[in-house]
């Protein structure tokens, strides 16, 4: 062998250190033609934005985006748009300021898409039973869907509690939009979701394009949803909506299925045509509106971002997020290789001196199953150091819970011990060999009174330099959101800071950029979310071997 290798193993609580003579040496100025490949690659796949950096905040709280989209209602003018899994029962305030927006502006549209088996669970509380106030008053201008998975059926619909049902599936997205604004989070529209509960928010302001591809993807699953109306507004005459028989009543509401000719059990195979054309007829649309620019000269500017969404609906076969990992690690790893040059003398002095030269990436989950393929390639890849953010036990919202559910945060913990000794494995083979070098490292997060909803990545070139790529939107990164659930997400790649300009005094200017300010909102937002964390204790901690039976059972439904 040409060079020499060495290496050091060095691994504690929530902590797996290998390190090696070849460090994964990638500053800004050599990571960025790795973002311009992936880039180009994206676009192959993927509808792709350009958006002026000023266009994009970071909110950091759950009040702030509270405030924020309800001023947002209160100034919309043609349409409101809200995706969710449900909307809580107790959002009096939210509900009033829809209906006073309404009642305002006559040519205001409202339209809601969400989760059907969540927004329907029995009782005068649900989703369904709050919103048809809204209905009433305006049934022509409020617009409710409700996406029921296919997944659950037969014997098992009927046997399978409503508290339970969403095992099997549900609408995730979270998409909260405004006219041409837009505000994409993580966040429910429930109480918790707005006071205490930990989470991301990235707003878009004045954003035409982004807004109209969520508003036309909503649209686009509302013929596979079911329409709910008051019950009062059923008639099988001609002057009102039509039940037929794939159409439920229940009580004061009905929940009417569009489509006569097709099962709500069998949407497979049509639901699998309406994404993927969806997608590539959105992204040849843009290929021409920016190839039109172009020539126009009004192309996007050095300090625009690239946004790519990604629709993973695994129980449909429509799978982008798992494309992209693939290809990120892909690129990542071209990375490693164009950077990995041997190195003159010893070792460096510690491990973190060369952890900060590595590709960081801070990943995080408030329900953290690493889906097993992304699992693998994080793994495998040890020239890309890995912080991971999880929920501590008290943080989990399932803690406390009644019944089953009462395990849910024990079952995690579990999760969270298997996922650590197969980094702890993979280092070891590692450290054997001689070869590359890993870096994972898993904190939980836990704050007196708070629950930990957050999820997504950011990607920087260095432990110590600010994001130039982050994944955010509805995904967990789990099993679940890549099998069960339907989500959409999406990729923000950002462009190098520019050089400082010239100084007639020899003292560096600052940069004035955009898109560096948004780097650092980045960076603050990993930090906001830092300050909370701790040292994983799972590996303490003792788990009962009734949860362990149930995590085999429905692992991948966590």
Known sequence: MLFTF?????????????????SSTCPTRKFQPILEDLTTELKQHQPKFSIPADGIRILSQPSEFYSMLL???????????LSSLYIGSSESELISTLMDRLAEKESLHLYLQLDFNRSTRPGPSSTATVLLPLLRAFPDRVHVSLFRSPSLRGIMAKVVPPRYNEGWG???AKVYGVDDHLIISGANLNKDYFTNRRDRYIR?????????????????ISPFSYR???FDAVTRENHGPHLNSHSQTRGDYALLWPDPETHPHHIGEKMYQALTSFQITNREKLDEEEKDENLDQCSSTSSDITIFPLIQAGQFQVREEERFFQLLFAYLKKAAMRAALPTVGSLPASVSSIVQKQPMMDMTSGYFNLYKPYQKLLLLHPQVGARIVAASPKANGFYGSQGISGRIPEGYT???????RAAKRTANRFALFGAGQSNIELDEWEKDGWTYHAKGLWLSPSADSSPVLSLFGSTNLNARSADIDTELSF????????PPPPSVSGHPQTVNDNAVTLREQLSQEIADIRKDVRPWKGGLRKVRWLTKIIVFLVGNKL
């Open 6 to 22: 060495r290496s050091v193993l060095r691994s504690r609580l929530g902590r797996i250190y290998i390190t090696s003579r070849f």
């Open 71 to 81: 001023d947002m209602i209160r100034s919309a003018e043609k349409r409101v748009f």
């Open 170 to 172: 549900t609408w995730h």
């Open 204 to 220: 878009f302001t004045a954003q035409p394009r982004l807004s109209n591809y969520c508003f036309n993807f909503l649209r686009e």
């Open 228 to 230: 709910l109306v008051p």
């Open 414 to 420: 579990y999760l969270e011990q298997k996922f650590m």
């Open 491 to 498: 990729i923000m790649i950002l462009p190098p800071p520019p």
